[in-house]
Structure formats: C-alpha cells, structure tokens
C-alpha cells in the first residue's frame, strides 16, 4: 500500500510518523498539490513525457495520481492509456523505471503460486493479465506488453472506483517472436522465441489455478491482448470454469453493441434492418458479431437471420463458404454466406451496401475515401466505427469520415479523436473503447460476488451504456456519453449488473442490498487522503 502524501503530511502526522523536517514546511491540501502536478503535465513538450511523469505520481503517491485522473478524466485518458500506452509500451525499454506488476515467465514453471505469494498485497480482487502476443494493434511486444494491464488497472481505480491494492497486474513472459526485441539490448523479457502448444497451455493453467488457490474462486481474471487463437481458446476453456472473460472479445462487443443500439436512435432503424460489414474477423470482430446477433436473437430474430444480416471480411477477402483461398474456421464459419469470393472491402462495400461499417483490424487507412463516399451515397446517416487501436491503426480518421460523408456519418473510433468543425458545424466522434465498459463490469462483479461473467452482463451493460446517451448527445452526433461522465457510467452499468445477478441468483455477496445503486457507491474507492493521527493525539497532558 502506498501512504505517501508528501507536503500535505499535517504537523501532527509529522510528528507522529517522526518525518518532521524531512519535508520544506508548508503543508498543502491535495488541490494544492494538483495544481503542481498539472502544471508538470502541461510543461512536457509530448505525451510520452506525460505518461513517464504520470507512472513517477503513480508510484510516488497513488492517491494524487488518482485524485488527478478522477478530476481530469478527458485528459488524462488518452496518457495513461490509448494511445499513448500503445507508444510506451513499444518503448518500455527506455520508459521502465520501477518494475510494476507481477512477472511471471515460463522458466518459473513450477513455482507460480509461490511467486503469486511475493506480491505485496494479499486481498486481490481482480487481476488483468497479458501475455503480450497481440498489444493493441501493434502486434507481439513480449514483456513490453505490460504497460497494458498496468493502464486497464488505473482505469479500474479511477473509472471503476476498485481500490488500488485489490488489483494485480500480471506479464506472462513465455517469449516474443518480435525480431526487434529479440535483438533490442532493453529488453525487459526472455529473449527465446515463443512457447507454443501444451507446454504454453500447462502454464496458463498453472497461472490459472494458482490465482484462484491464492486469491480465491471470486477473483476476476481479466484476458487482455492475446493473440486471436489464444484468446478464444482460452474464453471457451475458462469461462465455466473461472470468474473470467476476454476483454477484447466481450468488452469491445459491448461498448459497440452500445454505439450501435444509441446510433439506431439516430438512424431510425430497427437493429434487424441494418447489413453489418466488418472489416476484420479476429477477437473484437467476432465478439461484436456475436453480441449484436445475440441482442437480434433477444428481439425475436431467429439466429440464421441475425447472422445473415452480419457480413466480414479478412485478409483473404469476404467470408464465404468454400471460400478458394481458404481460411474459413473458428467462429469465422457462424458468418460465412453462400456467395461468390470477392477480394477487396471496396468491393464488398459496393455491393453489399451496408448500414453499419466497422474495422477492427489493425489495416491502417482501409476505410479509402471511395469506401466513406460510398457509405454516405447508401445511407442517408451511414454508421462508420473505425475501432483499431492505437490512433495509428485505425481505419480512417474522424475528419476523413465526416469530409466523405458531408458530416452525415455517425462516427466512433476505438482511440480518441478532437471534434471536427465542418462547414461551420462541430461534430463530435464517440470513443468506442471497452473503457466504457471494464470497469463498471468489474465494478458489479467484485461487488456481487459473481462467480462466472456471462454474455448476457456484456449485452445488458451495452444497453445501460446506450441509455445513458442523451438527445442532446445524438443531436451533436455523440453515441457514447461524454468522457467527464465515464465515472458515472461505470455505476450505472454496475447497478444494472447488480439488479440482474441478484435476481438470477448469480450473486454471491449476502444480504441482497436493497439498495443496489447505493450499495454500488458505497464501493466506489474515492483517493482523498487518510488521516493518519490517532484520536487520541494530541496525548492528554495529565
Ligand atoms: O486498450 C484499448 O484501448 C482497447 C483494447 O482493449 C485494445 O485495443 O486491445
Ligand atoms: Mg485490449
């Protein structure tokens, strides 16, 4: 636990912890402090700096550091994570100072539980873990990946209100096939090619039942950026099994799902009425396929309908069966349609007309200027979420999408784009990132004690997120509250989460609250300082 508060350390506490005179003698409130720390952050000359800074308050004392996202939530969001952990993470090399989080590399097979027992902590509700495969979209990063479940841990405490010390940020160093790595002389991880096969496999699950054996059956194990084939193997294989789920899978599902359902609202159209074409057929491809069929299916739709109205493209062309150039597998194959091969998302896009267009396949700039004008000649409000991170990825920007479509297009990215001005007008992208939705899940889970995360928590936190866009919102082209409320999403979505397990009998925390929105708050981590003075200080004089 970290107790620092530097200069806001009152006298008595001073005395007390007898650190009098190790610190200059004004004593300043957290606001005080802030304005310091503000004043740092504006005088770094790029956002790199930033985060640096930002890990030394981290690190230095954490309640500042939190205090400081709570309050500046919009622009402390894109530093100490997308994109800007995206680019630290490529240079953990040089960024890493203090080691943070657990590492835990294949040659320590064997031993996991009694490294789990050198974490400092011993009440950890909730851990996110990576083994650096597929960061963002940015590929293998090996053990450079940890600046990942570190970011989705502070966005935990600062968005989710999950006290700091529950939150264990785990590295599964099993190599990295990264040539640039292997030959980089920072490199923080084991320099040997990947561990494939049953051996990867016997150290996931060592990983697994070692975490439950030390934090127990309720701990939540969040999956972050593995690789496509790892990550849904390892979903259907936990899922029963764990209190575990697959945040690229199902929390980008849900955050989509979401700017979806709140763009409906905009377009007019009943969710069954729209052709769906996704650029991409990986984890968050598949997962918001599934999602929306689902939410269709709940509607009344029956599943081979839903699916035929849900069309992807991979990087061997449109999805069909039989395709030639194969590669037809997985879950790939719920979607695939009989039609003829075409090669080309341009081509796809004119034939098909979609409704909603969404890539989520790390293909810079494959949303073309022809793709974006075809849209808005289709559609009178065409639906473009260009998902991708980091901003480098993406499909195209907010700016192009807007130009294209005469600023008709309801527009969501995965990382954060500045409102566009327009022929006068200012239009305002959504940032369709599962930050919307983690936290609040992780929020409900811990709190109710839920012991398996269903599908149905990621489609039900997807409408809670859609209902709490206002008119107001859609009239300025908004699918997603703005980020200064993402704090009260996270209550909301737990709320919802906690009414829903509660009555299903999913939850475990006893007594039922009656309450479910207060018993929500009354979780929430808030970073004001403690008072480390006993009651009885000053000691009576006699
Ligand atoms: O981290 C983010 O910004 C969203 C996410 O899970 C990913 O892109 O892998
Ligand atoms: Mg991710």
């Keep these: 636990m970290n107790i620092f508060q530097g200069t806001a350390f009152t006298l008595e506490e001073r005395q007390i912890m007898g650190i009098q005179g190790l610190m200059p003698a004004a004593i300043l409130t957290q606001e005080e402090q802030m304005v310091r720390v503000m004043t740092n952050f504006y005088k770094r000359s790029n956002d790199l700096d930033r985060y640096i800074y930002l890990m030394a308050l981290q690190e230095r004392n954490e309640r500042l550091f939190y205090r400081v996202l709570c309050e500046h939530t919009e622009e402390m969001m894109p530093i100490v994570y997308t994109p800007t952990v995206g680019q630290a993470c490529q240079e953990y090399g040089v960024t890493f100072r203090k080691p943070r989080g657990l590492f835990l590399s294949i040659n320590d097979k064997g031993h996991l539980f009694e490294m789990m ?65 292997l030959n980089d002389p920072l ?25 439950v054996r030390k934090y127990g059956q309720n701990c939540l194990i969040q999956f972050e950026d593995f690789g496509n084939h790892n990550a849904f193997r390892f979903l259907e294989k936990y899922r029963d099994r764990y209190c575990t789920f697959n945040d690229d ?33 990986g984890e968050a491809s598949i997962g918001i396929a599934q999602l929306i069929a689902l939410a269709m299916e709940e509607e009344g739709t029956s599943t081979e309908e839903a699916r035929s109205k849900i069309w992807m493209v991979d990087s061997r062309g449109l999805i069909v069966k039989n395709r030639p150039k194969g590669g037809v597998s997985g879950h790939k194959v719920d979607f695939a349609k009989d039609h003829e091969p075409v090669d ?42 260009a998902l991708s991170n980091p901003t480098s990825m993406s499909e195209c920007t907010a700016e192009q999408a807007y130009q294209a479509t005469e600023g008709r297009c309801v527009f969501a990215s995965g990382s954060p784009f500045s409102p566009v001005q327009l022929n006068g007008k200012l239009y305002h992208p959504g940032q369709g990132n599962n930050a ?82 207060e018993f929500i708050r009354s979780h929430i981590y808030e970073p004001d300082y403690e008072c480390f003075v006993p009651e009885t200080w000053p000691w009576p004089q006699n």
């Design 344 to 385: 080309k998302l341009e081509d796809v896009v004119s034939k098909l007309k979609p409704t909603v267009l969404i890539g989520a396949a790390a293909v810079p700039g494959a949303f073309t200027t022809k793709i974006l004008k075809e849209m808005g000649e289709f559609n009178k409000r065409p639906v473009i979420f």
């Design 249 to 281: 899978i199902q929390g980008t599902a849900s955050v989509a799902a979401a700017g979806v359902f709140a763009a409906l609202r905009i377009t007019g159209k009943k969710l069954s009425d729209n052709v769906f074409v996704f650029q991409g057929a």
């Design 117 to 181: 027992c050198n974490w400092p902590e011993q009440d950890v509700k909730a851990i996110v873990v990576t083994d650096g495969e597929r960061i963002l979209g940015l590929g293998d990063l090996g053990s450079y990946g940890m600046g990942i479940p570190v970011g989705k841990l502070s966005l935990y405490t600062a968005l989710g209100g999950i006290v700091p010390e529950q939150c264990l940020p785990i590295l599964l160093d099993v190599g990295t096939n990264n040539e640039k790595l």
């Design 187 to 211: 490199y923080i991880g084991l320099k040997r090619p990947r561990v494939k096969g049953q051996e990867y496999d016997d150290f996931v699950e060592e990983f697994m039942t070692s975490a």
């Design 436 to 517: 919307y939705i983690f936290p609040g899940v992780a929020l409900g889970i811990i709190a109710c004690g839920v012991r398996h995360v269903e599908d149905k928590i990621f489609l039900h936190s997807a409408k809670a997120l859609a209902d709490m866009v206002t008119q107001e919102n859609l009239d300025e082209g908004r699918v997603y509250p703005p980020l200064n409320l993402i704090r009260e999403v996270s209550v909301q979505i737990a709320t919802k989460l906690a009414e829903d397990v509660y009555r299903e009998g999913l939850a475990t925390t006893y007594p039922e609250p009656a309450n479910k929105e």
